[in-house]
């Protein structure tokens, strides 16, 4: 299949769907973009949204490229249509087929999607300037200076982190799926007490120190995606 962006061979990736089978979506490492059939993003099992995760962030880079004004389906060649979507309260924005043979997604807009990004809270910015003075805009990578700057000046972004919690969570659940036990009547108390904890590590998590190089570094998005690639580390390999 041929990149809507750049006409070049996309790659495809064979992954478990929810629901059981396997689902294969193509991507465009050089334009940092999915193409999903119809249907196919919905389909994904939580270990699929997590292989994906893990690919962003071994392929994403600072500086996001260029795309064309004008894309065309790889299917039916018609021209996608700029979509914008919400979910949640975050804005996100993706090129769809017309004839309903799918759409294409860039990586950030592909993890807004699934909710794994938010915007960084008064509290979140106020601690984040404490520790670093300049970040990369997660959307276009221009710098953003912390210290008068709440928005990106070039792309006029807000600043948005990475939220480690659900992706946390869901490598638990398949750590406890890899590693089945007799059913114990305590399980549901075991269960709520170990979101607990989970819960309450974050704030000790995102204080890591490799976190913060990565922030001083790179995008605060970038931090928490090296981040998720050290937790999956030997889950997937």
């Known amino acids: 299949m041929k990149c ?8 495809s990736i064979e992954l478990d769907g929810r629901m059981g089978g396997h689902v294969s979506i193509d991507v465009c490492a050089a ?8 249907y196919e993003s919905l389909k994904l099992s939580p270990g699929s949204t997590l292989k994906l995760m893990k690919f962003i962030g071994d392929h994403s880079t600072p500086v996001k490229p260029p795309l064309p004004d004008v894309l065309h389906c790889p ?8 979509s ?4 949640g309260n975050m804005p996100f924005t993706y090129w769809r087929c017309t004839t309903d043979d799918g759409h294409f997604i860039g990586f950030l807009e592909f993890l807004k999607e699934k909710q794994f990004i938010h915007r960084l809270s008064a509290e979140q910015l106020k601690e984040l300037r404490e520790n670093v003075q300049f970040v990369n805009c997660s959307n ?6 912390l ?12 600043i948005s982190i990475l939220d480690m919690k659900q992706p946390q969570q869901m490598i638990e659940q398949l750590k406890q799926a890899a590693a089945p036990r007799p059913v114990d009547p305590a ?3 075991k269960v709520a007490l170990a979101k607990s904890q ?5 704030s000790a998590m995102d204080r890591d120190p490799q976190w913060w190089s990565d922030a001083h570094s790179s995008s605060l998005v970038q931090a928490g995606l090296n981040a998720v690639g050290r937790l999956l580390s030997g889950l997937f390999d």
């Not at 809507?4 to 790659?11: F, G, Q, R």
């Not at 276009?140 to 200076?145: L, S, T």
């Open 147 to 158: 210290q008068s700057e709440s928005l990106c000046s070039h792309c006029h972004s807000p």
């Open 4 to 11: 809507p962006a750049c006409s070049n061979d996309m790659t």
């Open 31 to 38: 334009c940092q973009a999915f193409w999903f059939d119809q």
């Open 84 to 87: 914008h979507d919400m979910q």
């Open 187 to 189: 399980l549901p108390l």
């Open 140 to 145: 276009c990578g221009a710098p953003i200076n």
């Open 75 to 82: 299917r039916c060649a018609t021209t996608l249509r700029l």
């Open 198 to 202: 989970l819960d309450s590590s974050f």
